[in-house]
């Protein structure tokens, strides 16, 4: 477990730098993850897929799974891997300030 | 440093309902990871690409001794399907349904709609060149997103530092 400073605040991440409380969790945190992760400005397509995985968590306590987001949120399969390109499953979820997604589709 | 890219590989050569599986979850989960996927149609893997058979894949209860009456929902323990139950007319069907819903609660989608969805997230598609010549198909009996009919020496040449992975 270390701390790092991201978007002027001191938070707790993990050795793959998920954020260890989902609660520390800003917009500004989001765009300085997103900017780790190679993506260079959030747009509102790419909030649609955050906001949607930050309100799925806060109710089903896990970061929704791909399916869970095309499926629920209205993104399609190749408009979520275009927004979040190699990788989205852990792009998403670690920029939405949110563990790894459980479940497997 | 440039970290390198990892490609994985998923020959699939079998075309029952349970089998079609393994690939497209394995597929899907290492597409969400960032790694290049390419799948490999053959044999009776064929059917997995073929749009006049994808949404009708199969599950045989006979012989099959993992499948256990207690599948129905009847608590039955260890007791399996009885082999003379299993040739009766209708059996593969009703034991088809049974997991196609079994699939469907857990939000995971038909065979046809998980195939769509790879090809959305960017997964290669190939189809072997012998089989296709064997069930004397064409490519107009393909789904959309198998992008070549290739031989065995060509998916060979093309998965040089790639994972493969066998079902």
């Known amino acids: ?105 | 440093m440039e970290e390198k890219q990892r490609k994985m590989a998923f020959i699939c050569s079998k075309g029952t309902l349970d089998m079609a599986y393994p690939a497209l979850i394995m597929g899907w989960a290492a597409l969400g990871n960032g790694i290049d996927v390419t799948l490999f149609f053959t044999f009776w893997g064929m059917d997995l690409i073929n749009k006049h058979r994808v949404d009708k894949l199969e599950l045989a209860p006979v012989a099959n001794t993992s499948m256990k009456m207690s599948m129905m929902g009847v608590k039955t323990g260890n007791l399996g399907i009885p082999n003379i139950m299993g040739v009766l007319p209708g059996m593969t069907a009703f034991a088809s349904k049974l997991m196609r819903d079994k699939i469907a609660d857990l939000d995971v989608p038909p065979v046809g709609e998980f195939m769509q969805m790879l090809v959305d997230a960017g997964a290669h598609m190939y189809g072997c060149k012998m089989s296709v010549d064997m069930m004397g198909l064409t490519k107009d009996d393909f789904i959309p997103g198998v992008e070549d009919i290739v031989t065995a020496a060509e998916f060979i040449d093309m998965t040089e530092d790639t994972q493969i992975i066998f079902i």
């Open chain 1, 1 to 105: 477990m270390a701390s790092k400073v991201l978007a002027g605040k001191t938070v707790e991440v993990n050795e793959e730098g998920f954020l260890v409380n989902p609660a520390d969790w800003t917009k500004e945190i989001a765009a300085e993850l997103a900017k780790e992760e190679g993506i260079a400005e959030l747009t509102e397509a790419h909030w649609k897929v955050i906001d949607f995985s930050r309100q799925s968590a806060g109710t089903t306590g896990a970061a929704p799974t791909l399916r869970g987001i095309t499926s629920g949120s209205g993104v399609s399969t190749k408009e979520l891997f275009s927004l979040f390109p190699k990788g989205p499953a852990k792009k998403v979820a670690k920029i939405a300030g949110l563990g790894k997604p459980e479940g497997c589709v």
